[in-house]
Each structure stands twice: as C-alpha cells, then as structure tokens.
C-alpha cells in the first residue's frame, strides 16, 4: 500500500491502519489517542478538546446540512467523553464559484445550533481553492469542553455483564445520503443529526462506562473500537435492533447494512445492567431519545474481541471492523 | 457578488467583506472577532484558542512543507495574543491517491515542530475524498494556549507615536512559493516559516502593544488591520524595509511587492518609542529574530485610517488593503 486509499476515510480496517500509520509517526508528541476526545488537566480542571472535518456529498439534506453536521459532530466528541462543550473553532474551506446564498443557509444552521447548545465559536478561518481543487464546501471544527465526571467514562470501561443501549434508531444519516446519492425519493427519512448535550446529565448521574456516538462505520464498527479498547466481546440482539422501515428498504435496495450506516445524532451507552432500567427510564422522559433500547451485552473478556449478532432466527453472525468503507464522503 | 471568488480567500478587501458577511450571520454565537486568536477566561485562567487550514500549493518546498506550516501557523496565532501554545488539534484531509511517503514527511514534520515548540497533539481528525474532489493535502490545525499577559497585547491598542519593528526580512514564504509555481529556480531562498514561541518572554517582559504575523496579504495587509483596529495611520520607511535580494528579484520579474507578500515565521511588534531599542537589542540576542528592524511609526489617530510608504527618494505612497488576493493558496 503505497498511497491514500477512499476506504482509509472510512470507519474499518483501513482506516484504523491509516490512523496506526499516523500515530506511529506522531508518537511522542500525542497526548492520547484512545477516545474521540483528547481529554487534559490544566489549572485543576479536567478539559476534552476535539477536531473533525466535514465533507458530505450532498451538503444539503433532509433533516440538516453540513453546517448543522459540523456544529454537532463535534458537540457529540465532547459529550461522549463526559464534557460540557463550551467552544468551537469554525474553519471554512471553500471552492471558488461556491454559492453564497448556500454558504449563508450553512452560516444560519452552524448559528442555530451553536445557541441551541449554549457554544460560542471563538475563532473561525476562511480559505479558498481554486475551482476544481476542492469540491463545493469542507467544514473543520475543533471544540473545548470541561469534562464534569472525570475519567469516570470510557472506551476501555466495558464489562463483562454490561448492557449497552442505543438512544435512537440506526442508520437514518446513512441511509438517508445514500439515498440522496443514488437518486431515490427518501420519503419521510431524515437525517438523524442532533446535539447529544442531553446526555449530559444522564453521564453526570448514572453508572455509564462507555459513550460513544456511531457516525463513520455505524453501530457495528464503534461496538468493535469499544470491544477491543475493553477487551471483551459484545453480543448485540437482532429482534430490539431499532431500524426504520425506509432504511430498511434502501439497505434492501443498496445492498447496506444498517449496522454499518452512519448516525450522526445517536449514542451506544455501556452501562453496569442494574443500571441499565432506570436509564432507559430516564431517556424515555425525553422526547429526542424516547426510542431508546437495550439492544445487546457485553459477554465476557476476551483476548480476541468479537461483536456478534443473535439473529432473529437463532444463529449466531460475526459482525467484523468492515475493511472498505460501504459510504464514503458520509459526514 | 453571488459566488465565492478566490479572492475571498486572501487577505485583502475582499476577503474582509467575506469575513463580514459570515461573523454577521453567525453573530450572537460569536465570542470574540478582532484577534487571530479568541481569547476567553475560564476558572480563573485566560486562554486563547485559535484554528487555521492550511492548503499550500506546492505542499513542499525549501524551508519547510504544509505539516510544519500547519504545526507553526496555529502556534503563531497563539503567540501573537501572548498566549502559551499547549496543545494542538490536527485535522488531515487527502486525496485518494495521495502518497503514503509524502504523508510520513508530512507528518515528520508535524512531529519536530510540535515537539520543538513543546505542545501536544491532543485530538485527529483523517477524512478521505475521492481523486478529483480534493487536491492532495489540506490539513486543518486548532490551538489552545494560555495566555501570559492578559489582554495588554492586542490589535486596538497601538497609539500615536509607537513604533513598529518586524522579526526578519519580508516576503521569503510567499515570494519563494510563486517562484517555484512558476518553475523558477529560487536559489538559496528558503521559507521564513517557523514557530514565533521565542517571543513570548519579550511579550510578558516589554511594553508591546501589538503582535502580529503578517501572513497572508503580507505586511501591508496586517498593517492595515491593525491600523483599522486601533483607528490609527501607520507610515512605513521604504529605506529600512528588510528584503532579500532574491525575493526582490522574484517581486521584479512577476510584478509582485514585498510588502504585500506572505511571511510564515515573522512578527510585526507595536510599542512605545521609548521600548523600542530594548526590544531590538533582546531580539537581536537570538539568531532567529537577528534581521529584526524598526520599519516605521504610528503617526496619529486617524478616523480614516491608512498606512503608508515613505519612499526612498522622499515620497509618499498609500498601501491599501488590496482588493485581489496576489498570491492565492499560500498557505
């Protein structure tokens, strides 16, 4: 392998490798690199601090666009590490010829979101390419939040005996581009894209181990990162596997998974199982997570960390760290 | 204007209606606009925190190549509010296609600038567009430094009578990278780019009033901006403007002017007269500022406010803030 590959920006195997690569080279200059966040102390506090970039084809979309996309994405980094968001940076990377009325739409939904969620964006950048060395708009943003229960979560805090949750459907981000890709009328699918600041309180209160919000490489890709950071197997059960009936059916249609689809506004909660009622119970009390689930178990330690399925029927399937990527350019 | 020019991504006129437009959609979510960097106060602490992309072509070139500009540009931004650069967030995006060998010099150089300048990487991001969609390597970085002198450096504070010095000649970076497009051979010149972290004890220690990089748009760009902030004029003295022969050379042949040229390893430092050659006489203690220069004086208050030139031969020429980015991707 001697150049960048699509699926290196994916969620799977050759995208991990790609991150080995890196790492591997950065080495004595990382400060971690276990979860979505970097999480430090300074001053006494303890801090997250995050980046992503947003690159989706289409930028517009039923239920959001990159703007909205780029606001929360990073919102949910620091959320799922236990952090208050507090600030965004903004980096804009725009083609030549881009429409302004677009970028002004994008400009509203970044606004909205940002007060919706009580950030401030705090220092922003514009660059432009010339037409046809960038295509239409890339968003960065980088996010600092105060981490308010310390490293009381995280991805190698799964246990044998955990229950993990999911606080919304699978897949509508994902099947909803692909969608849009290929053409196809959505119907009444929308992204899922939101703000996860509301599980906030529930990390605060309750006896959570791991969070994690499954965008590139869907449910089945994060479970495997949280498998093997944790050293344990994961067992997930086909029949509360909550997928709507227009993802089903453009998964039918595009040969997807939904396990593999990208969320953008969902997250999988490990919980301690005499935890696992009462914050189900919590969840419901809130409309955006009233269609939260228990849907599967940590089993047991393992030395060879595996995410099976219990399928409907009985049987047991691998559900490997894909190698490609099945939805490039996702978010 | 209905589209995004090229032009909008330089430092000129209008890149600052660019600007304009987008802080005034985004308005009530912003928390600071003047400086490079956002500065913010939490338990007790100021810090700043800053984000710049960075999509240079050619990505390497004598002197240094886009991982140490990205690496050196963030810091920058921190330095110049007096700000302790700590840790860094990087964002990698890149073509399908591009080479794994050009990624590990990349990222060789992220590494030995980081850990020279002592901060951390803190959190990554890698996305993958397909070939076509992007061209080679973008790379995004956001920093968060804590700032040592509270708010006595900024662009509003420069007053009648300062003085105005730079670190080094002017215009290496971006007279270089338009001699190699043009297939030039640029002969010992190398890009000025480096890390400004040594003019952090001169900030704490000495009455300076303004601290700035004149990167893109050049010294007579970041001249008028702080001319604009502090509603002040600034006149420069033509005859002790620090130019390389070879970049006056380049400036020649391609019509361009240094003043209007990028620095990436450069200061401008604003302060009081009677500061001025203890300043000098520090900076000239370290062989990295050794070329640092008084250029010019803020002649007075002014409520349109200019720069000028004081020409060799006695005239005056106005430097305005251009309409047209000179020098497009420049870093």
Redesign the interface.
Known sequence: ??????????GGRL?RE??E???G????????TDE???V?T????DWA???????ITPPFFPGGDIGKLSVCGTINDLVMVGAKP??L?????????????D??RV??S??TE??RNG????????????R????GI?I?T?G?G?RLCGDKIGARRARPGDRVLITGSMGDHGGLIMALRHGFNPGRLRSDCAALTGLLPLAVEFDIHVMRDPTRGGVATVLNEIARASGVDVLLWEEALPVKEEVKGICEILGLDPLYLACEGRALLVCAPEESARILEELHRREEFAASREIGEVTGFSADPKVSLLTITGGRRLLPLPVEELT??IC
Do not use: Q
């Open positions: 392998m001697t150049t960048v590959r699509l699926a290196h920006g994916g995208a790609l991150l690569f890196i790492t080279l950065l080495g004595p200059c990382l400060a971690s979505d966040s970097g430090f300074l001053t006494g506090t601090m995050t980046t992503d970039s947003f690159i507090l600030y940076t903004l980096a804009l990377l725009l083609e030549e010829g881009f429409s302004l009325a970028l002004e400009m509203e970044v606004r940002a007060l950030i401030k964006i705090v220092a922003g950048d514009t660059k432009v390419a010339a046809g060395e960038l295509d890339f960065n980088a600092l105060e490039p350019r």
